[in-house]
């Protein structure tokens, strides 16, 4: 499988650049040409230098020229689009631009490939979970309703997957619309590019207001190590690929579904692994959706928050809703077991706790047959 890739520098996409080889999979990455203020792309993955085009996913065909484009067409089985605006408390103009115009052009620069080739082509956007919204109980693989309690990023996603439903014709490239779950850093050595709303659950530990966090009885956590994400992903491609044509974009949610665990057991599952990491602990108030979802989206217009406060309060809907996300279509494509991450671990890599250490056998030599 050979993939034209935009958001490669990005916390999903460098974990994808991390799976590829192993599953055989050649990437062609899209790279902005000025990324003011970042490491150069060519310093921070040297041996996919190369391979790279420049272009913007915000451009019509994501500004790549003709002769890349007739290039590209000859050797690119799909086009994968992990670009995106991903500050919650960023401005509408940059959430609409590079989050519902990049998915549209992305779907026009498949479109492009498939009619120079005249080869089978496939396309896959990837949206998010949350513009699920308020939605609470079973969410399905499925084009959601308005919700009036989306955020201003979660609508983005929401709008970007209904432009592409809406704009599928007969005889385009099969759609994949991959709703991804919250990521947290890479399973096996913890590597994040950045810290989203959970992280910051655990950088805002100790400062929060009266030591509570007002969540819905059985809110659950759906989060997913970065690295089993990109694997997942890679399979469900390979899956739409090795299926027929599909006359409908096919949406998934790439999360840990009903394996997801609860806030509780996480917190539970962190404090068990390092009791002495924590301060003072922290107590779950139960709460309505309602207030979860008003509060984390209003508290700004009576507090004066800065941004990285506004990010937190928008994450507690990440965190305190009690809902499952179906992963039924998800199954029908990946070709093997579902993500299914352990408690403990995704504890251990929101909280940075070390690892588990294995018990030492102590000096003494009588005592030594008590150990495992
Ligand atoms: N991380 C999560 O928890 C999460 C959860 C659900 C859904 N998602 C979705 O998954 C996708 C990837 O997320 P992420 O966390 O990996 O994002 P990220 O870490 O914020 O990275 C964003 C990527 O998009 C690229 N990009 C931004 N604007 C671009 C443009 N105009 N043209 C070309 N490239 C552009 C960035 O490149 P530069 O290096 O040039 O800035 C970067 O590689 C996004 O669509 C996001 O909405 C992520």
Not at 20 to 36: D, I, K, Q, T, Y
Not at 225 to 253: E, K
Request: glycine residues 10%; positive net charge; aromatic residues 6%.
């Amino acid at each position: 499988m050979r993939l034209l890739l935009t958001g490669i520098t990005g916390q999903l996409g460098t974990a994808v650049a991390g799976a590829a080889p192993e599953r055989g999979v050649e990437l062609v990455p899209l790279v902005r040409g000025s990324r003011p203020g970042r490491v150069p792309f060519e310093r921070a993955f040297p041996a996919l230098a190369g391979a790279a085009v420049r272009g913007d996913v915000r451009a019509p065909g994501w500004g790549l020229p003709d002769p890349v484009l007739d290039e590209l067409s000859r050797s690119v089985d799909a086009v994968v689009d992990l670009a995106g605006e991903t500050n919650w408390a960023g401005s509408g103009r940059d959430l609409y631009t590079t989050n519902v115009l990049g998915a549209r052009h992305g779907l026009d620069v498949a479109r492009e490939l498939r009619r120079r080739s005249g080869r089978h082509v496939a396309y896959c956007y990837a949206s998010s979970i949350f513009v699920a919204g308020g939605a609470l109980g079973h969410v399905a693989e499925a084009p959601l309703p308005p919700d009036r309690h989306r955020t201003a990023y979660e609508h983005s996603k929401w709008v970007a997957e209904r432009e592409l439903v809406a704009q599928h014709r007969p005889g385009d490239p099969d759609v994949l619309i991959s709703r991804v779950g919250a990521l947290l850093g890479d399973a096996r050595t913890g590597e994040t590019r950045h810290r989203n709303s959970l992280y910051l659950l655990a950088e805002r530990w100790d400062d929060l207001p009266g030591r509570v966090l007002p969540v819905m009885r059985g809110a659950r956590v759906d989060v997913l190590p970065r690295d089993v994400a990109a694997a997942a992903l890679l399979d469900s491609l390979a899956g739409l690929l090795r299926a027929g044509p599909r006359p409908q974009p096919v949406i998934t949610h790439l999360c840990a579904g009903e394996r997801a665990p609860t806030l509780r057991a996480l917190l539970e599952a962190a404090r068990a692994a390092a009791p002495l990491s924590f301060g003072s602990w922290v107590r779950l108030v139960p709460a309505g959706a309602e207030q979860v979802l008003w509060l984390s989206a209003n508290a700004e217009r009576f507090l004066p928050l800065p941004p990285a406060w506004r990010n937190s309060l928008i994450g507690l809907r990440y965190i305190g809703l009690d809902r499952v996300m179906d992963r039924g279509r998800l199954a029908d494509l990946v070709d093997g077991p579902l993500p299914a991450p352990d408690t403990e671990l995704l504890a251990r890599l929101l909280f940075a706790l070390p690892a588990a250490r294995r018990p030492v056998a102590p000096a003494d030599a009588g005592l030594s047959r008590f150990q495992p």
